[in-house]
């Protein structure tokens, strides 16, 4: 006998990570479980291996694609045509469409996001409550498996099912009328700093594109902008002595007239000069004539 396993334990569908302890990996698993309201990390590995497995398929399919085996191409249009009936891709896509394909347009499909964003639910993981509580149905046939991968033809048919109380307007649990779900994008990758993209240099300025835009500025130019530009010195203020005030503009005024009118203020000094003589002569005389006078009583 041939003892293929116990159906009650049925073989693991996903492969887990190499390493552990990959913080990169593990910091973008954290964001997606966050972002699509995932129960666990097994839910990621799971999307992941389904992903490897249509990248392996198209890749083995790419390699034989010169051939004249008419197999490739059935099982190429097999696998593009799949992948849009489930709307993880467009119309008119390639084998390369599919080698270029991520986590998340697979995460995208899964029941749960799909009830957010058709506004069921508040919050995904308010969706992922009513999936697995039995309120959600697909065309009245319910559905208590979070991670169904809806198909393009099955998501307009996604809504409460006939039996819930939900379908009741005034429940407390059902979003409002004018609620509105954010759609979940993909989000950017950040930038590398353009110090790596250009090797630690500084980014070019204004007189760095010269070169581009028309004519390299000449050679004077660049001395001219090298060679500081020498500020003049400016005139320090007369030094004023210790002990002595300040001169004001009158002073200085009085001092120039004295200058310029030095023989009037020799002709002043004079004269006072001969009045004292006139005056001394005067009372020599007035003595002589008094002395004159005494002489002559006598």
Not at 34 to 44: A, D, F, M, Q, V
Not at 108 to 137: E, V
Request: glycine residues 6%; aromatic residues 4%; without cysteine.
């Amino acid at each position: 006998m041939i003892f293929m396993g116990k159906p009650k334990f049925s073989r693991k569908k996903y492969e887990t990570p190499s390493h552990p302890w990959q913080a990169d990996r593990i910091k973008a698993e954290n964001e997606l479980s966050r972002k699509y309201g995932l129960k666990n990390k097994r839910e990621i590995w799971k999307a992941q291996t389904a992903l490897r497995r249509y990248r392996g398929q198209a890749r083995g399919l790419l390699a034989k694609i010169g051939g004249d085996n008419p197999q490739v191409k059935k099982e190429s249009e097999q696998l593009l045509m799949r992948l849009t009936r489930m709307n993880i891709l467009p119309l008119n896509s390639t084998l390369d469409d599919v080698l270029a394909l991520e986590t998340e347009p697979i995460l995208s499909r899964r029941l749960q996001t799909l009830t957010y964003l058709k506004g069921l639910a508040n919050t995904p993981t308010q969706a992922r409550q009513l999936i697995s509580h039995g309120h959600i149905a697909i065309a009245d046939r319910r559905i208590t498996v979070p991670s169904y991968m809806v198909t393009k033809d099955e998501e307009s048919k996604i809504g409460y099912a006939a039996n819930s109380p939900l379908n009741d307007l005034l429940h407390p649990a059902r979003p409002s009328a004018e609620f509105k779900s954010v759609p979940i994008k993909k989000e950017d990758k950040p930038e590398e700093s353009k110090d790596k993209s250009t090797g630690g240099k500084p980014p070019k300025t204004d007189e760095t594109k010269k070169d581009i835009v028309g004519g390299k500025p000449s050679e004077k130019e660049t001395v001219q902008e090298k060679k500081p530009v020498k500020s003049e010195p400016k005139e320090k203020p007369a030094e004023i002595p210790e002990g002595k005030p300040p001169k004001t503009e009158k002073k200085a005024s009085e001092e120039l007239s004295q200058k310029e009118k030095p023989a009037d203020s020799k002709k002043q000094i004079e004269k006072p000069e001969e009045s004292k003589d006139q005056s001394t002569e005067e009372k020599s005389e007035d003595k002589n004539k008094s002395d004159d006078v005494k002489k002559g009583g006598k």
